[in-house]
């Protein structure tokens, strides 16, 4: 089974960092892309970035984050600095057989991934 477990949320004071970690289990992150999204409150869940292994290729939609894979350990991180209050949101991670995106990078829509992790809460303050 595919399965994602994202970590790595908590407390954070403005203007500081966090690593998110997921974890990835079930498949090889080589024949999916892997994506971060974020959800608060009251809003609809938002893309922040997703990477494909196999080929290197990211995205990310805020300069301020950075994503990353260790392959041999099945787990993709995304860096966040220079946090803000606005940041605050449950993260999730999310995967999809790159195969059906053609191969092809694309912005980490919501109704693009098939697979979810359960979130981690990211919680920034003033």
């Known amino acids: 089974d595919v399965q994602l477990q994202a970590s790595g949320g908590g407390l954070v004071q403005a203007g500081g960092s966090l690593r998110l970690s997921c974890a990835a289990s079930?498949?090889?992150?080589?024949?999916?892309?892997i994506g971060w999204l974020r959800q608060a409150p009251g809003k609809e869940r938002e893309g922040l970035s997703c990477?494909?292994?196999?080929?290197g290729s990211t995205y990310v939609a805020d300069s301020r984050f950075t994503i990353s894979s260790d392959v041999a350990k099945n787990t993709v991180y995304l860096q966040m600095n220079s946090l803000k209050p606005e940041d605050t949101a449950v993260y999730y991670c999310?995967?999809?057989?790159?195969?059906?995106?053609?191969?092809?990078?694309?912005?980490?829509?919501?109704?693009?991934?098939?697979?979810w992790g359960q979130g981690t809460q990211v919680t920034v303050s003033s």
């Open positions: 999310a995967a999809v057989a790159y195969y059906r995106w053609g191969y092809q990078l694309r912005p980490p829509t919501a109704s693009a991934f098939a697979y």
């Open positions: 079930g498949f090889t992150l080589d024949d999916y892309a």
């Open positions: 990477i494909a292994s196999s080929d």
